[in-house]
């Protein structure tokens, strides 16, 4: 983006100096992220809101708004607009917020130390144990049927038959064995829509690039994107993490005949996210944790391969076939959690 035209939708934040530098900062999949740093050497987050993803951007905001005032002294604060909004929407019809740069902090897209994979189980499930009692119907829904599985199967089998790949042997053979595993994949959207397990607050994106650490000491800061705050199943949490931090190879690895389920790093995870929500989860909620971990991988391949079928609208891309590289990545991801599916469960087991 034109840095003239970001500096200008800076000047319309609460700010006290001039604009010294704007970079692109993070590895973030959906929002356009900035690190600005003011003249004062103070310096934020600027990030125009993903439109095609979130198609009412002042409910995200409101979201991440009360979810923040209900915790109280969350680390990730918004800065205000000068009319007191927090948010701002330009006149290139585009939504703009502005977070305060938390110093000393880093993300990982991948890490090899148990310390911070037991400190980012920590992280998402104190975050979860905090709104244990917020009530869930009162948030906003940002994306209808986010981790709804069986509707993300829909989505991929009418894409793949409206694309122009529908006769290609290679994708049709992935689409087959994707749909091979659709029965356990689901067991968790058919528990979400029977209600058969409770339905709570969830983060509902626990990448571990999600989480900031502080640099020295390696312990948690906050959980942030919070986008995707609303109801949803401890399980989908507790699943999207172990798929992100517990794999062998990073989510844009093409190294694919070596993605494999980190067993040390699934227990390193469980043990911190169990230490903090072991007692706020019911027995069934303990229960379904296992399925998470199987639909969360079989899930995203999906909608990676779904979004490759459609042109890529939805997750940002450095080269043409990078959604089909990242679904295959989940795939093999996935056919690896299935076969030590027994060892994870005892895992899961040993932490409750
Ligand atoms: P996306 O939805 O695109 O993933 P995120 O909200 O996760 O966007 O932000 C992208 C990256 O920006 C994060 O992974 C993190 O590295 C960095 N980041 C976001 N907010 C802050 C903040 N308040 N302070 C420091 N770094 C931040
Ligand atoms: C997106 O925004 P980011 O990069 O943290 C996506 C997640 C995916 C993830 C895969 C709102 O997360 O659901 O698991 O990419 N977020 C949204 O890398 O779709
Ligand atoms: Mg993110």
């Given amino acids: 983006m034109d840095k003239d035209k ?5 000047l319309n934040f609460n700010i006290d100096s001039s604009v010294e530098s704007i970079v692109p ?4 999949n ?3 992220t900035f690190k600005i740093t003011l003249e004062s050497k103070k310096s934020y987050i600027l990030q125009k809101i993903n439109k095609y993803v979130f198609k009412q951007p002042e409910d995200v905001v409101e979201n991440i708004t009360r979810v923040i005032d209900y915790i109280g002294s969350y680390k990730l604060s918004f800065i205000k607009t000068k009319d007191n909004k927090n948010f701002y929407f330009g006149d290139d019809n585009e939504y703009y917020r502005m977070y305060k740069f938390i110093e000393f902090s880093t993300t990982y897209d991948k890490t090899d130390n148990q310390e911070i994979i037991y400190n980012a189980g920590k992280a998402f499930g104190s975050f979860i144990k905090k709104l244990d009692l917020y009530p869930v119907y009162s948030l906003h829904t940002t994306i209808k049927d986010f981790h709804n599985t069986k509707k993300r199967y829909v989505d991929l089998i009418n894409a793949f038959n409206n694309s122009s790949y529908k006769d290609n042997k290679f994708i049709k053979e992935i689409v087959e064995e994707l749909l091979s595993v659709k029965d356990v994949a689901t067991k968790l959207s058919i528990l979400e829509e029977k209600q058969q397990i409770k ?7 626990t990448k571990l690039n999600n989480v900031l650490f502080d640099v020295n000491s390696n312990d948690y800061i906050c959980v942030i994107d919070l986008d995707t705050i609303m109801g949803g199943l401890i399980a989908y949490d507790f699943g999207d993490a172990i798929r992100s931090i517990a794999s062998t190879k990073d989510e844009t690895s093409i190294d694919f005949l070596n993605i494999k389920i980190d067993l040390e ?5 469980t043990k911190g996210f169990m230490s903090e929500t072991k007692n706020i989860l019911t027995k069934e909620e303990k229960e379904s944790l296992i399925y998470g971990v199987i639909s969360m991988p079989v899930e995203l391949s999906i909608r990676f391969l779904t979004d490759y079928l459609l042109g890529n609208p939805y997750f940002k891309i450095k080269y043409q076939n990078q959604n ?3 679904c295959l990545n989940q795939l093999y991801l996935a056919k690896d959690i299935l076969k030590n599916i027994d060892l994870i469960k005892k895992i899961i087991e040993e932490e409750q």
């Fill in 324 to 326: 089909l590289d990242r």
């Fill in 30 to 32: 959906i929002n356009t």
């Fill in 6 to 10: 970001l500096k200008e939708i800076v």
């Fill in 199 to 205: 339905t709570r607050v969830i983060h509902n994106d």
């Fill in 265 to 269: 790093k699934t227990k390193s995870f």
């Fill in 25 to 28: 900062f993070g590895n973030g």
